[in-house]
């Protein structure tokens, strides 16, 4: 079993800041990759920041200088560090994490969503 959970979401105003943390616990071999996503009312999900399973780091260019994503691998956890909020940053966030669990037949890799957090930034 493994489980993606988010927490730190909430309510700010325009300019504010907020720390998202996103930790990956279960029967965990390994973890390729994890990012932050996030979904707007009558909008499609789009990814925030992530890093791939080469280490590289990718940002939306809409919050480029303003968030910051970090990992801690021996926790199994990352964070979104989000500066300069804005009102149309307010959106549901959700993690995601490509995961290797170790199974009797072998490794296997899925991708893994938490139940998202609400943020919320008034004008």
């Known amino acids: 079993q493994v489980q993606v959970v988010e927490s730190g979401g909430g309510l700010v105003q325009a300019g504010g800041s907020l720390r998202l943390s996103c930790a990956a616990s279960?029967?965990?071999?390994?973890?390729?990759?994890m990012g932050w996503y996030r979904q707007a009312p009558g909008k499609q999900r789009e990814l925030v920041a992530a890093i791939t399973s080469g280490g590289r780091l990718n940002y939306a260019d809409s919050v480029k200088g303003r968030f910051t994503f970090s990992r801690d691998n021996a926790k199994n956890t990352v964070y979104l560090h989000m500066n300069s909020l804005k009102p149309e940053d307010t959106a549901v966030y959700y993690c995601?994490?490509?995961?290797?669990?170790?199974?009797?037949?072998?490794?296997?890799?899925?991708?893994?969503w938490g139940q998202g957090t609400q943020v919320t930034v008034s004008s």
């Open positions: 995601n994490a490509h995961i290797i669990t170790a199974q009797p037949q072998g490794l296997y890799e899925d991708d893994y």
């Open positions: 279960g029967s965990i071999y390994s973890i390729d990759a």
